[in-house]
């Protein structure tokens, strides 16, 4: 926070002094109420963010019935990378509107003892708003308690009821279906896909993705080229070994993220296998070892921090707003196709279209 011309922390005053409006408004302002003109609100807003003002949030919770806290839950994974994204983005929409971030996880025993806890967590840290993350944003007990604490919420990447909340997402589907496009148009036609966890939404659409795509061309996969995975890397390595067993096996591998891809890529290498010429691999997500990994790999690039960026936005917009209980708000944004080294034509590529 920078210092007023005293040496000390800039205040509500000091804002409300350089706008040359009243403490009242600025008030206004900052807590996103009503009854300032929208050129008053803009110059408010500009020396907020120019100074580097950050409320108390400890004396706004004692001024109003609002705690100033936005809880983003996340069921036990190991995808870290996703769940350090998702705290990235929803943190910079809580510190542009001064609100603080807490992070609470479902099923951890030691955190909230499973779905069961988690009323009790949300009484005891009296959150404004909450963020549900994939699968939790589909998990019926979860919304069930989430509702019945009166607490408003925004979903990430929802696979079902859309009608019951705002949500966030990007087209995991047609994003799957370009992937494997792509493989089919290198000339690849035995194309296997590594699946997610069966609860997970996000899976399902990127499986549906590739099912269409070789339904386009007209093929139909069969059952041994989806591989059962879970998101960790050890599953995509198994489920490599298992596909390479086949009579025939692929000439390409779609991972459904980039976790598992990396798993593709070290069981290609254990097989004696060169990436892309004896097998191409893509995966899903586009996180960090994706550029870091030899080759380095294709991928979906996932907006995931702006996605739970957009999240807490819409959830802090529509405080004191009865149209964000009453009417479903979506926002989707955009994904693309990272074409790396880990993908190319096969070494005998079939023509035929």
Request: proline share 6%; net charge neutral.
């Amino acid at each position: 926070m920078q210092r007023d011309e005293q040496g000390g922390p800039v205040t509500i005053v000091d804002i409300a002094r350089q706008a040359g409006v009243s403490i009242k408004t600025v008030s206004r302002v900052i807590n996103r109420e009503e009854g300032v003109g929208p050129q008053t609100r803009a110059r408010v807003q500009e020396l907020v963010e120019a100074l580097g003002y950050r409320p108390n949030v400890s004396a706004r919770s004692l001024s109003s019935r609002r705690s100033y806290l936005i809880g983003v839950i996340f069921m036990q994974v190991g995808a870290y990378h996703y769940v350090g994204e998702v705290q990235v983005g929803a943190m910079r929409a809580c510190r542009r509107a001064g609100y603080h971030l807490v992070v609470e996880q479902v099923g951890a025993p030691d955190k909230m003892g499973g779905v069961q806890g988690l009323a009790g967590a949300l009484r005891a840290a009296r959150f404004d708003g909450l963020v549900l993350t994939p699968p939790t944003c589909d998990d019926p007990e979860v919304l069930a308690a989430v509702e019945a604490a009166g607490l408003p919420y925004v979903r990430i990447a929802p696979h079902r009821e859309f009608e019951r909340s705002p949500y966030v997402f990007m087209d995991d589907r047609r994003a799957a279906r370009e992937q494997a496009l792509r493989l089919w148009n290198m000339g690849h036609r035995r194309i296997a896909f590594i699946d997610g966890p069966a609860d997970h939404g996000s899976a399902a659409r990127r499986r549906q993705g590739y099912v269409e795509a070789l339904q386009d061309r007209g093929v139909e996969p069969m059952p041994e080229w989806i591989a059962k995975g879970d998101f960790l890397s050890l599953s995509g390595f198994d489920a490599t070994e298992a596909l390479l067993r086949l009579a025939e096996p692929p000439t390409a591998i779609f991972a459904a993220n980039d976790g598992m891809a990396l798993g593709v890529l070290a069981a290609a290498a254990k097989n004696g296998l060169s990436v892309p010429r004896d097998l191409s691999v893509v995966g899903f997500d586009d996180i960090p070892e994706a550029e870091a990994a030899w080759p380095r790999l294709t991928t979906i690039h996932q907006p995931t921090a702006e996605m739970a960026e957009a999240a807490v936005e819409m959830l802090i917009d529509g405080f004191g707003d009865e149209r964000f209980r009453t009417s479903v708000q979506v926002r989707q944004l955009d994904y693309r196709l990272v074409a790396r080294d880990s993908a190319a034509a096969p070494s005998n590529p079939i023509v035929r279209t």
